[in-house]
Structures are given as structure tokens and as C-alpha cells.
């Protein structure tokens, strides 16, 4: 079992910034791919950014927040990150961060991640 804990959620102004942080523990060395992903009200669960765990560190992102929104890894501290600039009322949703066993897939709600944490709620307001 891997456990996530997330952290740095909040409420900040439109053109703000904020950086999440997802710390896990237990079976860290079975993680294959990490990621973070949101859920506004109402909505499905939506992909927001992912990294491998090892390697060059292939990273992916959503459209809407590419040029704005940074995925990182710390390994010695089993810490992923996301950096989130110039944020935008749209960006307001629970964030989750997650990992899998092996590589994620685009296919809503689970993405192939196996693990899960709480979530942290991130607010813009306009």
C-alpha cells in the first residue's frame, strides 16, 4: 500500500500562485508514475499533470494549464509537487495527487492510478 498526504491547498486571488505538495509513504519504491488531478463541483475528475517516478521523469499536462502549472519530483523526500502560477477562477477545485504501479492512461475517473490521497482544496476567486 502507498499512502498520499496532500498539502497547500487554499484560497487565493485570480493571478495568484500556489504550490501543492503531495508527500507518500509506505510502498514508495512499487510507484511507477505519480500525478495530480481535480474535481470541480459538479464535474468529473479531471487529468491535471503527471511525472514518472524514476528516469528522465516523462511529464505530461492538460491543455488548460500548460504554461502555467509545473510538476516536479523530489525522490529522496517521496514528494511531488505542483506549481501553480497565474491561476484562474476556472483552476478552483479539490486536487488530488495519486500514484500508480505502473504507467496512466486517459480514462476518466481512475486514470490507471492506483493510489489516492484525501484531496486539498485550491480556491481563485476573481
Known amino acids: 500500500q502507498v499512502q498520499l498526504v496532500e498539502s497547500g491547498g487554499g484560497l487565493v486571488q485570480a493571478g495568484g500562485s500556489l504550490r501543492l505538495s503531495c508527500a507518500a509513504s509506505?510502498?514508495?519504491?512499487?510507484?511507477?508514475?505519480m500525478g495530480w488531478f481535480r474535481q470541480a463541483p459538479g464535474k468529473e475528475r479531471e487529468f491535471v499533470a503527471t511525472?514518472?517516478?524514476?528516469?528522465?521523469?516523462?511529464?505530461y499536462y492538460v491543455d488548460s494549464v500548460k504554461g502555467r502549472f509545473t510538476i516536479s519530483r523530489d525522490n529522496a523526500k517521496n514528494t511531488v509537487y505542483l506549481q501553480m502560477d497565474s491561476l484562474k477562477p476556472e483552476d478552483t477545485a479539490v486536487y488530488y495527487c495519486?500514484?500508480?504501479?505502473?504507467?496512466?492512461?486517459?480514462?476518466?475517473?481512475?486514470?490507471?492510478?492506483?493510489?489516492w490521497g484525501k484531496g486539498t482544496l485550491v480556491t481563485v476567486s476573481s
Open positions: 511525472i514518472s517516478w524514476s528516469g528522465g521523469g516523462n511529464i
Open positions: 495519486a500514484a500508480a504501479q505502473g504507467s496512466w492512461y486517459y480514462h476518466p475517473p481512475d486514470y490507471g492510478m492506483d493510489y
Open positions: 509506505g510502498r514508495t519504491f512499487s510507484i511507477y508514475t
